[in-house]
């Protein structure tokens, strides 16, 4: 087995790896994997430099961490689109049963 030597990351790189845990919806594993760090090294990066009070910190704790994640967005996306679905078979439904009612007036008429 070879000898793997310890990476060093620059202190710009692990403020950066801290600001994207912050600011992006998806999950640390995933961000973990983009980086290709361990998680559990970016975890521990996030917990030295959310709680120390630096100043190279502070725009870090203003930052808001995104509302909905990637996962709630698809499925609220999933659920949208059966919603329009049945909106837009209903109209159809509207339309024919509106044409053929139609239909049956004019023919009750000529009658």
Known sequence: MQ????????EA?????VR???ETPGTL???????????GLLHRWRRIYLS??????????KTRPPEK???TLEAENRQLKKQ????????????KAQEYFAEQRR?????
Do not use: G
């Open 3 to 10: 000898y793997k030597p310890n990476k060093r990351y620059t």
């Open 13 to 17: 790189f692990r403020l950066e790896a």
């Open 20 to 22: 994207r845990s912050i």
């Open 29 to 39: 594993a995933q961000l973990a994997v983009d980086l290709d760090i361990n998680i």
């Open 52 to 61: 120390d009070n630096d100043m190279l910190v502070a725009p870090l704790k």
């Open 69 to 71: 994640s990637y996962k």
């Open 84 to 95: 329009l679905e049945r909106a837009k078979t209903d109209a159809e439904i509207l339309k």
């Open 107 to 111: 023919k009750d008429s000529s009658s």
